[in-house]
């Protein structure tokens, strides 16, 4: 077969063995053991050489064959993934529905659970939670949230552990709240619109036919002055809506850099700070404030349960306090929507808390408790 595929190489074969057989059988002995030492020698020289350079290429090139500047590659792992999850969550006009959340939240029957029950029980709110994308902030959370919902994203920051409850104004709350700032900015500069939420904040209905639609930024208020343009109002920043575009990148870029001339103060508190500079007025940036009747809380509640869209559990420390009456509100509205036509027409019906979250005692209710039945989700 080598020969009829090397001629020439065949005939140099032969030629060199004929030669050998003439010699002396000392001098042909010495011959053979030097070409066998030399193609051992070559033959080490050279699986070396390959060993070593493609060991070098899979070191220093693990891109192709071109340097890649030291953690490039993980950060641009990191944001295909946030991509991914991103995509997967959004509607067709490129919009998603945010919350955060970390392990003293996501415990089981704890606060999330609340919040996924609401969406599940409120009207036209259940299909929101294809869109919604829950951003949790230490690795048990992100498990919990994997167990119980489809877009799971994870935002650990190294050397931070954000998986206890943050007391209000403490260091770790405020590094967790600034934290949040810079992550939906950068939400923003990737084409998306989001409705950010709290995790306390009940959804009972679809609160997107009660948004503006020519605002960039709107926001919740903990009081609202009854004009929705006004600066006067009060924002609370566990509930707002923005539309991706530079106005707003450019305003979320200002309010997290706003951080150091106001040191110890979280971004709601920067936030009413800077709402008067004139340079959100210089970027062009359109402000709504979101109506109470809508959008209320535990500071200041929607009073007809014919309009409520979301319940937010502010002006309220501690977790065992926003349980308590957070369980009271879906307690309220599962009975409030088993009511007959004419009574919730009524308006006759309110809500029982604030309770535990407020410093009186008491407060008057018009809703009868439940009975001590489960009712059947809807």
């Given at each position: 077969?080598?020969?009829?595929?090397?001629?020439?190489?065949?005939?140099?074969?032969?030629?060199?063995?004929?030669?050998?057989?003439?010699?002396?059988?000392?001098?042909?002995?010495?011959?053979?053991?030097?070409?066998?030492?030399?193609?051992?020698?070559?033959?080490?020289?050279?699986?070396?050489?390959?060993?070593?350079?493609?060991?070098?290429?899979?070191?220093?090139?693990?891109?192709?064959?071109?340097?890649?500047?030291?953690?490039?590659?993980?950060?641009?792992?990191?944001?295909?993934?946030?991509?991914?999850?991103?995509?997967?969550?959004?509607?067709?006009?490129?919009?998603?529905?945010?919350?955060?959340?970390?392990?003293?939240?996501?415990?089981?029957?704890?606060?999330?659970?609340?919040?996924?029950?609401?969406?599940?029980?409120?009207?036209?709110?259940?299909?929101?939670?294809?869109?919604?994308?829950?951003?949790?902030?230490?690795?048990?959370?992100?498990?919990?949230?994997?167990?119980?919902?489809?877009?799971?994203?994870?935002?650990?920051?190294?050397?931070?552990?954000?998986?206890?409850?943050?007391?209000?104004?403490?260091?770790?709350?405020?590094?967790?709240?600034?934290?949040?700032?810079?992550?939906?900015?950068?939400?923003?500069?990737?084409?998306?619109?989001?409705?950010?939420?709290?995790?306390?904040?009940?959804?009972?209905?679809?609160?997107?036919?009660?948004?503006?639609?020519?605002?960039?930024?709107?926001?919740?208020?903990?009081?609202?002055?009854?004009?929705?343009?006004?600066?006067?109002?009060?924002?609370?920043?566990?509930?707002?809506?923005?539309?991706?575009?530079?106005?707003?990148?450019?305003?979320?870029?200002?309010?997290?850099?706003?951080?150091?001339?106001?040191?110890?103060?979280?971004?709601?508190?920067?936030?009413?700070?800077?709402?008067?500079?004139?340079?959100?007025?210089?970027?062009?940036?359109?402000?709504?404030?979101?109506?109470?009747?809508?959008?209320?809380?535990?500071?200041?509640?929607?009073?007809?349960?014919?309009?409520?869209?979301?319940?937010?559990?502010?002006?309220?420390?501690?977790?065992?306090s926003k349980l308590h009456d957070l369980k009271i509100m879906l307690q309220d509205w599962k009975l409030f929507m088993?009511?007959?036509?004419?009574?919730?027409?009524?308006?006759?019906?309110?809500?029982?808390?604030?309770?535990?979250?407020?410093?009186?005692?008491?407060?008057?209710?018009?809703?009868?408790?439940?009975?001590?039945?489960?009712?059947?989700?809807?």
């Amino acid at each position: 077969m080598l020969r009829s595929l090397f001629p020439s190489a065949g005939n140099a074969f032969s030629d060199f063995a004929s030669a050998a057989a003439d010699m002396p059988s000392e001098k042909t002995l010495f011959l053979r053991r030097s070409v066998a030492a030399f193609c051992f020698f070559a033959a080490i020289l050279f699986v070396y050489n390959s060993v070593r350079f493609f060991a070098d290429t899979s070191v220093t090139n693990p891109v192709g064959f071109f340097p890649v500047p030291d953690g490039l590659s993980s950060q641009v792992s990191e944001e295909s993934r946030l991509e991914k999850v991103l995509n997967d969550a959004a509607t067709e006009d490129k919009t998603i529905i945010i919350t955060t959340l970390n392990d003293a939240w996501a415990t089981p029957n704890s606060i999330f659970d609340l919040f996924l029950e609401s969406f599940r029980i409120g009207l036209h709110t259940r299909r929101l939670l294809d869109h919604l994308v829950v951003v949790a902030l230490d690795d048990k959370a992100y498990r919990r949230c994997l167990s119980l919902h489809l877009h799971c994203y994870a935002l650990l920051t190294e050397g931070i552990d954000f998986s206890k409850e943050a007391y209000f104004m403490t260091p770790d709350y405020l590094k967790m709240m600034w934290r949040r700032i810079d992550f939906l900015r950068s939400v923003l500069e990737m084409g998306y619109n989001f409705v950010f939420t709290d995790a306390d904040v009940m959804w009972f209905r679809d609160p997107f036919p009660r948004f503006f639609p020519e605002a960039d930024f709107q926001i919740a208020c903990d009081h609202f002055s009854g004009n929705s343009s006004t600066m006067h109002n009060r924002p609370n920043g566990g509930f707002n809506y923005v539309k991706s575009n530079n106005r707003s990148i450019e305003f979320y870029k200002f309010w997290y850099s706003s951080q150091e001339n106001y040191p110890g103060y979280h971004d709601q508190d920067v936030l009413n700070f800077i709402k008067h500079d004139p340079y959100i007025t210089e970027m062009g940036l359109t402000v709504r404030f979101l109506d109470t009747a809508y959008f209320g809380g535990l500071c200041e509640p929607s009073k007809d349960l014919n309009e409520v869209c979301t319940m937010h559990a502010n002006c309220c420390y501690g977790i065992n306090s926003k349980l308590h009456d957070l369980k009271i509100m879906l307690q309220d509205w599962k009975l409030f929507m088993s009511l007959p036509l004419s009574l919730k027409r009524s308006q006759a019906y309110t809500w029982r808390v604030p309770m535990n979250c407020s410093l009186s005692a008491f407060h008057p209710a018009k809703i009868p408790a439940e009975s001590d039945e489960e009712e059947n989700e809807n």
